[in-house]
Nanobody
Framework: VQLQASGGGTVQAGGSLRLSCTTS????????MGWFRQAPGKEREFVAA????????NYDDSVKGRFTISRDNAKNTVYLQMNSLKPEDTAVYYC???????????????????WGQGTQVTVSS
């Protein structure tokens, strides 16, 4: 199973980006997906997650109302729409998925078994 994250870049505060994460090696539709981020000198932290069915989502309080996670199972892809970006959103963003199917929108790194390579998001003030 491989995850390929893309869509990162540099934007000004208040701008938007959409991250994509495509799964290869298996069909992603039966698996929960999550986005995490890691800033320099900090631990990896939860951002957003979506259950295998897409019916349930979770967001960290710092991104609620600004970020939206969604999935397109036909494309084996999960998205993270990021609006009203702030300098504190600057980090490497990682997507992740479970090893077992039919999972919920988990929020802890230990609940995910496969990780993408990360994509850099930089928000300038």
């Amino acid at each position: 199973v491989q995850l390929q994250a893309s869509g990162g870049g540099t934007v000004q505060a208040g701008g938007s980006l959409r991250l994509s994460c495509t799964t290869s090696g298996r069909t992603s539709s039966n698996y929960a997906m999550g986005w995490f981020r890691q800033a320099p000198g900090k631990e990896r932290e939860f951002v957003a997650a979506i259950s295998w069915s897409g019916d349930s989502t979770n967001y960290d309080d710092s991104v609620k109302g600004r970020f939206t996670i969604s999935r397109d199972n036909a494309k084996n892809t999960v998205y993270l729409q990021m609006n009203s970006l702030k300098p504190e959103d600057t980090a490497v963003y990682y997507c992740a998925t479970n090893r077992i199917p039919y999972g919920n929108a988990y929020t802890r790194t230990k609940q995910y078994g496969y990780w993408g390579q990360g994509t850099q998001v930089t928000v300038s003030s």
